[in-house]
Structures are given as C-alpha cells and as structure tokens.
C-alpha cells in the first residue's frame, strides 16, 4: 500500500509567514508529511512552476438568505460552493439569518436544512441577530455559542434588522459572557432613511443614486459607535465591509489604543467605484451593493488597510441576485426607487483571483499576507485554526493550487455561480487556482468540477482566549 494517498510535488509553499520549497503528503484527508523523497502515493500531482497555498476561506457569504418579498438569492449551497471551489476556496462562512419573532435554533435548523447533502466543500455558520429578544439573549444565543456558533452580525441599519445601541449592548453583553465574537455592519440607519426619503422627493431613483444615500459619513459615524459600544462591552469587534478611510481610520484609531477590534475589507471596494453604478437604464443595479463602492482615493485606503494589517480579513459578501430576472436585479419595483433594488452582489469565486492579481502579482501586497487575510486569519479569528487555514502536519489538506502564469479577461462564464453576470466582467487577471483540494479530495482541476455535491461539511468552531 502506497504511503500517501496522495502526493503534490514541486511546488512552492506559502503560508501566512513562510515561503518554502518541498512536497506534501496527504494521508486521510489531512497533511500528513512535509518533505522530499515521500515515497508512493496513490496520485502524484505535479505543482512545478506553481504556487501551493491554503485554501481560501471567505468568512463572509450570503447563501439562499431571504432578502424581501418577491426576490430570490441566485446560489443555493449546491452553486454557491460549487463557484467557491472554482475560486480556489475551501472553506465558506455563511449567515445564518434570525427573522423577526423566529427562534434562533429554528432559523439554524432551517439553514442547516438547505445546506444538508448539498456542499462541494466546508462550511460553517455565523448568525444573524435580528431580534434579541430575552429568550434569545438569555438563552438561545449562550447554548449555540457553546454548541460552535460563535460568531454573529448585527446590522445598524435597515428596515426589520437594525438594532438599536442598547440591543448592540445587550448583544455584546452575552459576547462578553461566553466569549463569542460580534460582527458589525456599520452604517447610520436614520441618515440612509433621510436621504433616502429626500432623494425619492426629488425624483432622484435610478440606481446610481443608492451610492448617494449611504454616504462615507454614514459608515464612519456608524463604525466610530460601534467601537465605542464593543469598547464599553470590553469585546472583541470585527467591522465588516469597510469601504473608505474615514471608517478605516476608526479602526486603525481604536487599535492603536489597544482595542480588540478587527477589520474586513472586499474586493468590491479595490476595483469598483461609485461610477460603476451610473450605468444607462437599470445596468447600475448589477452594482448595488452596501456599503457601496466609493472613488479611488477609497480604494487606495482599502489596500493601505490590507498592507498595514488594519483588516486581518478579505472577503467577498457575496450576496448574489441575477440581473436579467424580475426575483432579482430587475424586480419592477426596483425601477421606481434605488430603494427595493436587491442589495449585494456576487464575488465568492472572484475573490481570490482578483486580489492574487492586483495584489500579489502587481506587487500590492507579499504572498504571505495573501495568505493571511484570504485564509490564515479567517480560520484563526473565526476558531478554525489550526484545522483550517494553513500548510502544516496535521491540518485538513485543504490547499489550493495557483498557475502565476495564467493571463485572462475575467468572464461570468468561469464563475460556475448562479447569477447571470459578474460585477467584474473584463477584469484583467494574472494568475489563477488550477487545482482545489478539500480534505484530500480534489474538487476542481483544470476548469473541471471533480468534487461531489454532499462532500463539503458543517465544521463546529470554538474561539480561543
Ligand atoms: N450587508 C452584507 O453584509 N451583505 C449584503 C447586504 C448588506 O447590507
Ligand atoms: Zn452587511
Ligand atoms: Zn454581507
């Protein structure tokens, strides 16, 4: 019997801190071997001339999320991991999202449901907390924490979400008691609604002007609160989707006070702007998405933040609507007001590319800290390291395997999604995931899917101190 299932050969290793030339041998799903002369293995794969990394972890995606009445999300668990794995990831964070007057564990039970026999590659749940009611507070949100449930988004905004800055306390508060970690959307509810119901006055609807209702000073007053909220809790904070400087800088601020808070940028706020948006008839809802994009002065703070370790994670908010289809993008009352136009777009599968591009290959950003904010950190902040996010003896073979050499006009076609376009159409990329491995089994090689739908696994987490 062979001493490895199987064996990558010849390539070039990187994990968050290290770079490093040597084979991998991969034994019942987990690396089992670093080294040369490994010996026999069922499959050798050849990795000469390319990067063998982590897998990507995206710890922030919509899947199958009710989103309003009469839209529907384009991925399922089935596409959405499907195009996750074309991505070079391995591993995704879905929400999990309470709706109003709903239990927690029935909302759990729901998602779980959709998500059972239907995955490529791993998953695991954050939730959603819409209504904090005492039961939940008391009861529900401590024994999922303690059930490996524990991390969860809060909104600041939007109609049947937000909660008020007493809830946020009341939900940091049970963070603080069981250790969980708290995740933001900061943007300021009562600013959107008033420019929004201003802008409507005004007959200014076309999509172009979602950008104008939720302006920078909407996020960075939202995010400087925020902090403020997890700083008197005393817990640890992430912010996600941060767009711009100004809410940047509020957590650059706050982390050099030594405040445990945490920042997450997506690739809609490097290579989009505000412009994208303004698109004739309805094609600036194919970039409707929030916070939106801003302006390159925007962008260039995004990549300060991601060089200088403001944002430990990268991830896409995929949040997929098709465009050409009345349950999503083009949904008629989205004609009358940016307002009902489906909020989110995809990215799970341009991620990575994307940010291997213009960041590694265009020298933006080392190889290490590509690791660092697309996998390494993901499994470590979400409790998922050491099992998950990085090349070492032990851990789940989970790798992804990156030709530097491939050049390409990103198309929707090579997404494997189920939306109708992407908002990166026309990109041009450098560098691209070749092979995708979860546990030991490869999911997609070469373009092709060899992964079996049901494979892909609920992964429980636990926080460290
Ligand atoms: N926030 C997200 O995180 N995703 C989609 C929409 C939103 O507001
Ligand atoms: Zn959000
Ligand atoms: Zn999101």
């Known amino acids: 019997?062979?001493?490895?299932?199987?064996?990558?050969?010849?390539?070039?290793?990187?994990?968050?801190?290290?770079?490093?030339?040597?084979?991998?041998?991969?034994?019942?799903?987990?690396?089992?071997?670093?080294?040369?002369?490994?010996?026999?293995?069922?499959?050798?794969?050849?990795?000469?001339?390319?990067?063998?990394?982590?897998?990507?972890?995206?710890?922030?995606v919509h899947i199958a999320q009710p989103s309003g009445e009469g839209i529907v999300m384009a991925d399922d668990f089935a596409s959405a991991t499907r195009s996750a794995a074309y991505g070079g990831n391995t591993t995704v964070l879905p929400f999990c999202l309470q709706e109003n007057g709903q239990s927690l564990r029935a909302a759990l039970k729901d998602y779980h449901a959709k998500a059972?026999?239907?995955?490529?590659?791993?998953?695991?749940?954050?939730?959603?907390?819409?209504?904090?009611?005492?039961?939940?507070?008391?009861?529900?949100?401590p024994a999922l924490v303690a059930d490996g449930y524990p991390s969860f988004k809060v909104f600041m905004t939007y109609d049947g979400l937000a909660l008020s800055d007493r809830q946020m306390l009341e939900v940091m508060e049970v963070a603080r008691q069981t250790g969980a970690l708290v995740m933001v959307h900061a943007e300021n509810y009562d600013m959107i609604r008033f420019l929004t119901d201003r802008l409507e006055r005004e007959g200014s609807t076309a999509p172009r002007f979602h950008a104008a209702s939720r302006p920078i000073v909407a996020e960075s007053e939202a995010t400087h609160r925020a902090i403020s909220l997890a700083a008197l809790s005393e817990v640890p904070l992430m912010v996600v989707h941060v767009s711009n400087r100004e809410a940047m800088d509020e957590i650059r601020r706050a982390q050099a006070k030594g405040l445990r808070v945490m920042g997450e940028t997506c690739p809609q706020y490097?290579?989009?702007?505000?412009?994208?948006?303004?698109?004739?008839?309805?094609?600036?809802?194919?970039?409707?998405?929030?916070?939106?994009?801003?302006?390159?002065?925007?962008?260039?703070?995004?990549?300060?933040?991601?060089?200088?370790?403001?944002?430990?994670?990268?991830?896409?908010?995929?949040?997929?609507?098709?465009?050409?289809?009345p349950q999503g993008k083009l949904i008629p009352k989205g004609?009358?007001?940016?307002?009902?136009?489906?909020?989110?777009?995809?990215?799970v599968a341009a991620r990575l590319p994307i940010l291997f591009s213009e960041g590694v290959m265009k020298g933006r950003i080392d190889i290490n800290r590509f690791v660092a904010v697309t996998a390494t950190n993901h499994a470590k902040i979400y409790g998922l390291y050491p099992r998950k996010g990085t090349i070492a003896v032990g851990a789940?073979?989970?790798?992804?395997?990156?030709?530097?050499?491939?050049?390409?006009?990103?198309?929707?076609?090579?997404?494997?999604?189920?939306?109708?376009?992407?908002?990166?159409?026309?990109?041009?990329?450098?560098?691209?995931?070749?092979?995708t491995m979860v546990r030991g089994q490869v999911v997609v090689r070469e373009g092709a899917?060899?992964?079996?739908?049901?494979?892909?696994?609920?992964?429980?987490?636990?926080?460290?101190?």
Not at 116 to 139: K, M, N, R, W
Not at 273 to 285: I, W
Not at 335 to 347: E, K, L, Q, Y
């Open 270 to 325: 490097l290579v989009l702007t505000a412009k994208d948006l303004d698109g004739l008839n309805m094609e600036g809802a194919k970039y409707v998405c929030s916070p939106p994009p801003r302006d390159t002065e925007s962008q260039i703070a995004c990549w300060e933040g991601l060089q200088q370790g403001v944002f430990s994670v990268f991830s896409s908010d995929h949040c997929p609507f098709r465009y050409d289809d």
């Open 396 to 435: 789940d073979a989970d790798i992804a395997i990156w030709d530097p050499d491939i050049r390409q006009t990103l198309t929707h076609d090579q997404l494997k999604d189920g939306s109708d376009y992407t908002p990166y159409e026309g990109i041009e990329i450098t560098g691209w995931p070749v092979l």
């Open 1 to 60: 019997m062979p001493a490895f299932d199987t064996v990558i050969r010849n390539g070039r290793i990187a994990t968050a801190s290290d770079v490093f030339s040597c084979d991998i041998g991969i034994r019942e799903g987990r690396i089992a071997a670093l080294g040369t002369d490994l010996g026999d293995a069922g499959e050798v794969i050849d990795a000469a001339g390319k990067w063998v990394l982590p897998g990507g972890i995206d710890s922030h």
């Open 335 to 347: 004609r009358t007001s940016f307002r009902w136009v489906p909020n989110g777009i995809p990215g």
């Open 116 to 141: 059972e026999g239907e995955c490529y590659i791993d998953i695991a749940f954050h939730l959603i907390i819409s209504d904090p009611t005492e039961q939940v507070l008391g009861q529900e949100l």
């Open 449 to 465: 899917l060899t992964g079996a739908r049901g494979f892909g696994r609920h992964l429980e987490r636990r926080l460290g101190a």
